[in-house]
């Protein structure tokens, strides 16, 4: 079992080295190499999105066998899963049932639910200050409200210009963006260091961590 | 070859039989030694293989107790220090004897059990034949063990006693030696014999069968009348030479014959069944006593007025309780019987009879029943204790001559004991004998278990002294009072948890449901009314910097350019981007390009499909369709564009099409043009393919919520061009208006959005302020409550 | 064409009706809301996979494999290995074996995250920060030098922020004042930003909802 978690970890590694070694070497086979394995892993990705397709249907089966509430919806979800990849694998995605299913299905529902964020949204906001009544939330509920008011003209009032022209302007690309670089600077520094870590078989989020007794 | 003779039945055998072949008793014993090896075995050494019948008496060298199989021979017994406990005609009987050979000492307690041969062996002891340890003990210094006193040696050639047997009252010949029993036996019948509730005769472990007290008999009292002293040495080989007639029983051994139906446990023994009919009555009794009692521990509760006077003399004390503590650990009880006290005449084979030695421990009476049975005798008798008339001995009388004849004469000199002896000797003899004989040494006896009874048992454990029986503890939880008041109080809290409690929230619910409608009904009709009406209350939008950036990269591109647009939106935010987008794609339409579509989303291709087929001249574009993999997709396809993305939505190989010509890298592209709303993914163009576009320009068209986080990247010159959600796609439109003509997206959705966000702000700025209001009331007033 | 036209209705219908029922939820949550959705997750998983086989798998692994050349089916052998033993993660009792599936893609893409992050992140936007102070950018030097101490000050401060190290104390864990000092400061930045973010999002579900209610309008107004 040791030898298997080895493995993993010398795969993971030596890939990962290869691709690291290209950004800075300019050799033909290595760009190759690279292009290969690049092409590799959009092949793996794609079998990943089915394996994750597959597990749908295995929770979703598990759900309606044991005869869970709810049962009838995870069967309403089967079979419209089902008949989307049928139609979509017997078509091509580009047919217009496809389209079809698309535009009066999947469309409609995912701006509905992004609409009805706006209310959810609105909620909130009224209730912060009664849950959190701090410096920190104050200055983010002020500063929403007033980029808000500087992105669109009042009605009947048009624009305000010390809005629009100052404050939002200040406010968007100096102090946001200030605390923007350095939210940026930390994710990169973060994804770095993780990076790292697995390139030299720290971690090992592949399945084969000994620290967390896999094997 | 060699022969030897069977003790049981006294028929020869060769000498390489273990076992004889007539009666199947064992011919040799368990453990014999050389003769010569005489060294004395110290505990933990090696035992030394050894002859004859120096058989343990069911002890172990170190004290172990171990049962004794039929036909085994008892081991021996040194209890020269007894000497002095001795009565006097034993002591007689030794001193005529002195001049006798010994006996070959094949086993001192031979297969036919006790002393008292019940085989056919009518032959009279052989000279040598060797003296058991209570009697060698007597002899000490004087005779080897293996001389038998001629006493002894003609008893054991009489015959068995027979079960059934009418007991006869033989009288004794008249000799020196056996007075005493002449003497006991008128006793016995002039006074009667106290009652069985007296001392029992034997403690219930050990007590013998009646077969085996009547193997356990002497052989002189069965065989003094007849043959002098026999060949083989019986265990209490005391006068093996001294012939007895065998019809001269002596009347207190007739006498003991005569109930034969007290104890029918234990079988009658075979040797002794065979030619018993010269066996006293006393004994054909008690062999009948033996067979009722049980096999693990016969006892013989032989009334105290049977037993002769002579043997209660010799009767021990009560056994001790089980409580007392235990003797010296692993201290054999032939040892702890060794360092008694002087004064007390019992021996140790009878002492630890009276102490309750386990069956495996019952010392050689027990010992000489099972090796007087044959073969094929029940096992009852193999746990067969001492006979009554041992049991029965109390250091009375003779305690008090025991001294007096210590003190006068030691009459017999101690003896140089083979190894085999001294190996069996108690460590307590050996030291008794090293420091002083007389020392008064107070030994534990065992209590209890196995090992009641013995002294000189070592405890437990070091210094943990008596045994005690264990404390019993109380099965109920015992709770004090405060415990039981937690307990009390938990079992309060988790009834009061499973208790229903009225619903309070249920005000709270509805008003929260309320705020929700009354926010959507606001919202709604705030979007709704200027959508239906068409009204236009809102002026145009603010003018970001960037846009004019991103004008000028559009209009700075070569005619015909071949442009790869990123769809990489999801259908969620599809309003706003096309709104966004549609301006600056109709600007860059009129450059008429090349268009290469691309997407990181699934739903990617179909959406641009859409979004291009809404334009009313749609331009040439080949839809390369998704590309997997998030950012090594896009690293993949910003290295090598034809790999990467092969064919198109249609399956059409794409790097072939008139579209894409002369286009094999991502540098060939005049522009890119990335449409998102997510700042991941635009970060993931910026940082993958941003390498690779050398010249090439990125313009990206986001959505407001990536906004702050794509900024810093258009701030860093990585991004040339920024439009930034509607309000971004309204000023770029109202900068082409001179180019659009006609109300694109942006304008149909501005005043519906102004009005929405307006209303949402009001709603927002009042919720924010009377919610400030009421927190801060509410802590106030939880101040002034604290105050 | 009518086939056309009914397509078109019978588009707008079921958008419609779709609309509706999630647009339901405002009332409070209904089984209608639910069957909407669970349709909706089934349709977006099966026309993912849809796109996925045909725009990657089959075009990418199988045709190589079938109609390709002998260095075609060779070099498609090693994906075709790695996505089966891939799918092996789908069981329990199989899933070791898709860990060198899995560590092929977490190895590549751990590299390209940190080729990525150094070259596209971490490289630029320090030399932005730099060249914030670059007076020849042209402008006015007063403001360009305060604007870019604000976003120098903004940006440290927001990565001292997220600095959690505390020294260990007998009275517990404790911060340098300075660092505290300088995380708070970073915090209002921070608070500024995800401000920004907040006005962001809610003008995306504006025009959402804006988007929505235009189609609505515009279907009911078909039957006006």
Redesign the interface.
Known sequence: MKLKGLFSAVIAIATGLVMLVGYFVELPIL?NL??TI??W??????VA?FLGLFNLLAVHTKKIRSKEKGGIYSLILIFSLLITLIIGLWL???HAL??LI??TI??PV??S??AML??TL??A???????R?NLIS?IF?VT??LI?????????V??VPIL??LI??FI??VL??A???G??IGVALGSLTTGLRVLFGADRPYGSDPSRGEK | MAELRCPMCGKPNSDELKKCAFCGARLKPLLASSPDNRSPIHPGEEPVEQRTSEVKRGIAPFGEPESIQAGDVPTGENIADLEPALPSWLRDLRDQDSQTPPAQPEKPFADEGWPFPTGAESAPQPADAKLPDWLSGLEAGAKEEEEVPDWLASIRDKSPIQPGTPAEEEPIAPSEGTDWLGRLRQEEKEKPAPTAGGAPPFPPESTPTASALLEDLPDWSSDRKSEPAPDKPGPIQAAPDEAKPPEELPTWLAGLQGEPEKDTAVPPTGPKSAPSEELPDWLMKLQAESKTLTPEFPRIDVPFEESPDWLAKFETKAPPAPEEPAAPAFASPMESKSVEEPGKIMPDWLAEFEEGAAPAEVPSPAGLEEAALPAGESEANLLMETPDWLSMLKPEGGEKKAPAGAAEKPEIAPVELPSWVQALRPVEAVMAESKAPQEEEKEEAAIGGPLAGLSGVLPLSPGLGALRKPQAYSTNLQMTEGQQRHAASLERLVAAESEPRPLSGQTRLRST?L???I??LV??LA??LP??TGIQ??????Y??ELSTTRGLINGLRANPSVLMIFDY???????LE?AASPVIEHLLLKSPRLAILSTS??G??LA??FMKRITTPPEYV?L?????????V??FA??PP??A??T???VPAWQTPTLQGIQALSDFAAVLVLT?NPDTG??W???A??YLNTAPMIMVI???????I???Y????IKGLVT???GGKAYEQANEQVFQGAGLTR???????????L??V???????S??I???RV?RSKAEEGA | MPNGINLDFVTAIVSFIFTLLVLSY???DNPLFRLAIYVFIGV?AG??AA??W???LW??LFMPLIYGDMQERTLSLVPLLLGILLLMKLSPRTAQLGNPAMAFMVG??AA??V???V???LL??T??SI?LFDLKTGGSVSERIFEASIILIGTLTTLVYFHFSAKATPSGPQVNRLVDILGGIGQVFIAI?FG??F??????A?????????FL?SFIASFL
Do not use: C
């Open positions: 760009v690279r292009i690049l092409n892993v959009i092949i793996l990705a794609a999105l091509r995605p580009d496809m389209a698309f535009k999947q469309l995912e701006t639910l992004m706006a209310v609105t909620y906001s009224i209730r912060l200050l009664r849950r009544n104050v509920l929403a409200l808000l008011l500087g992105t669109v003209p009042l009605p009947f048009g624009h629009g022209d939002r302007p968007a690309q946001a963006a605390g923007a670089r939210i940026l | 449901n705020l929700r409608w926010i959507a919202l709604i979007v709704g959508l239906a209350t809102v002026p145009g939008a603010v970001p910097s999801e259908p969620a935010l599809s309003g706003e709104a699934p739903t291709p179909i499909d859409s839809n369709g998704y590309l997997a993999g998030g950012p090594a997709g690293l993949g290295e090598d790999a990467a092969t064919y939505l249609e399956g709303d970060r993931t910026i940082e993958q941003g390498l959505s407001a919520q990536a906004e702050p986080m900024r810093p990247y701030d860093s010159g990585q959600g509607l309000a149909r959705y501005w005043d519906a959005f102004s009005a929405g966000l307006f949402a702000e709603m927002i700025l009042v919720g924010g302020l919610g400030a009421v927190a801060w802590r | 405002l009332v409070g977006s026309y993912a796109v996925a045909h725009q990657v075009p990418k590549a893409g390209v995250a080729g990525g992050a070259l596209g992140t630029p936007q030399r932005a060249n930003t920004v973010l006005a962001g999002i809610y003008a995306a504006m025009t959402a909802l804006v988007e929505r209610l235009s309008w």
